[in-house]
C-alpha cells in the first residue's frame, strides 16, 4: 500500500504504518522525521528524503529508501535493517546495540558512534563511499566496514577516526596510508580469515546495488580494533 507523505507530518505517517497490515511505500518523502521509529515486523520502502532519526530504536522492521537520509539513521535501533540507496548525513547508527546499516554511498561525521554489542546482538554498518570525521567515535562494538568507494580525492575516512573506540572492529579498504589513528587502536592488515569474512558483506553490498564484489575486494584492507578491554583506564583510575 502507498502512502503519500506530501503535506503529511511524521505523526501522520508513523499512525498510518502502525494501523496497516501491509507493507507499505511511502511517496514524495521530504525531510519527516521519526519514520517508523521502533518498529517491528514492517517492510517500508520510501522514496524521497526522510529526516533526522530513521528507523531511531527499529525493532525488527526493514526499511529501503530510494534516495539520500539525513542524520541519525538508525539511532538506538535494536534489530532490523535498514538500507539507503545513496547517501547519509551526520551520526548513522548512533548507540546502535543490534541490526544492519548498508548505505550505497557516503555517510557525514560520527558514523557508528557509541556503537555496542551484547551477546549474540552484534550490529553492522556498512558503507560503500567514505565518511567524514570520527567515524567509530567511542565504539564499544559491533563492526563498521567501509569501502571508500569514490574518485573525489578524499581520504577514506575523515580526521580523528576511533577516538575513544574500546570495542568492536573497523575495517577500511585501504591500506589507510595518511591516516591518523589514536594511540590507543591497533590498525593492521586483514588476515585471510578477515577476509573471508569481509568477502561476504561486499557480496551482500553488491547484491543489493549491483555492483561487482571481486572488484570491491580488489584492494588492501585495513582492520582497527581497540588495544585492549578497557584502553582508557589509566586516564581514570589511579595506580
Known amino acids: 500500500m502507498n502512502i503519500d507523505s506530501v503535506g503529511k507530518t511524521y505523526k501522520e505517517i508513523n499512525e498510518a504504518l502502525r494501523g496497516a497490515n501491509t507493507d507499505y511505500t511511502i511517496e514524495g518523502c ?10 517491528s515486523g514492517r517492510s517500508v520502502k520510501i522514496d524521497g528524503v526522510p529526516g533526522n532519526a530513521l528507523g531511531a530504536y ?34 548513522a547508527g548512533y548507540a546502535m546495540r543490534g541490526g544492519m546499516i548498508i548505505v550505497k554511498g557516503d555517510a557525514g561525521y560520527r558514523a557508528g558512534i557509541h556503537m555496542k554489542e551484547y551477546r549474540d546482538k552484534v550490529p553492522v554498518i556498512i558503507i560503500g563511499g567514505k565518511t567524514g570525521s570520527f567515524l567509530g ?6 563492526v563498521i566496514v567501509v569501502f571508500g568507494q569514490g574518485d573525489d580525492g578524499r ?29 590507543r587502536v591497533t590498525a593492521r592488515p586483514a588476515t585471510d580469515e578477515e577476509l573471508h569474512e569481509i568477502r561476504g558483506y561486499a557480496e551482500l ?5 549491483g555492483a561487482d564484489p571481486d572488484a570491491l575486494m580488489d584492494s588492501p584492507f585495513t582492520v582497527v580494533t581497540p588495544d585492549s578491554k578497557n584502553p582508557y583506564k589509566q586516564l581514570y583510575v589511579a595506580n
Open 30 to 39: 521530504l525531510g519527516q522525521r521519526f519514520i517508523a521509529a521502533g518498529m
Open 58 to 91: 527499529l525493532n525488527g522492521a526493514s526499511i529501503v529508501v530510494h534516495g539520500n537520509a539525513q542524520d541519525a539513521v538508525g539511532d538506538t535501533m535494536n534489530d532490523g535493517s535498514i538500507i539507503v540507496h545513496g547517501n547519509v548525513g551526520d551520526a
Open 137 to 142: 567515535e567511542y565504539q564499544a562494538g559491533g
Open 155 to 183: 581520504r577514506i575516512v575523515g580526521n580523528f577516526p576511533c577516538t575513544g573506540m574500546h570495542g568492536g572492529r573497523m575495517i577500511l579498504r585501504s591500506d589507510c596510508r595518511g591516516v591518523a589513528f589514536p594511540d
Open 205 to 209: 553490498y553488491c547484491k543489493l546495488f
